[in-house]
């Protein structure tokens, strides 16, 4: 139980990092979290409040089967979402290295 509230929070912080890395593009990483987008902010509120709820209200988290999460546990849970965005990000910045390096005859 401990193990699927942890992978369950670690997918939806994963998918939210996603969200940043793909609205970057060609920009920042900083560019992307500090622009102003109203549609993105109620999305990312509203996932993170139904993700609270899940973990914390006895009834949601009985239907889920989760157990109630540790310090630790979140910590993981967020370092992997945090790895996961800054390898996309670097796979990304290599990716434009390689597209723009010099083509050989």
Do not use: C, Y
Not at 17 to 37: D, Y
Not at 46 to 59: F, I, S, V
Not at 67 to 88: F, I
């Amino acid at each position: 139980d401990d193990l699927r509230a942890t992978a369950f929070v670690a997918l939806v912080l994963g998918i939210i990092g996603l969200v940043f890395v793909n609205r970057a593009k060609g920009a920042s990483l900083i560019e992307a979290f500090t622009r102003r987008n109203l549609a993105l902010s109620i999305v990312i509120a509203l996932a993170g409040m139904t993700l609270a709820l899940a973990l914390a209200w006895p009834p949601a988290a009985k239907l889920f089967r989760f157990a109630p999460l540790h310090g630790d546990e979140l910590l993981l849970a967020a370092g992997s979402a945090a790895g996961l965005v800054l390898v996309l990000e670097g796979l990304k910045w290599l990716g434009w290295k390689w597209a723009a390096r010099p083509k050989q005859a």
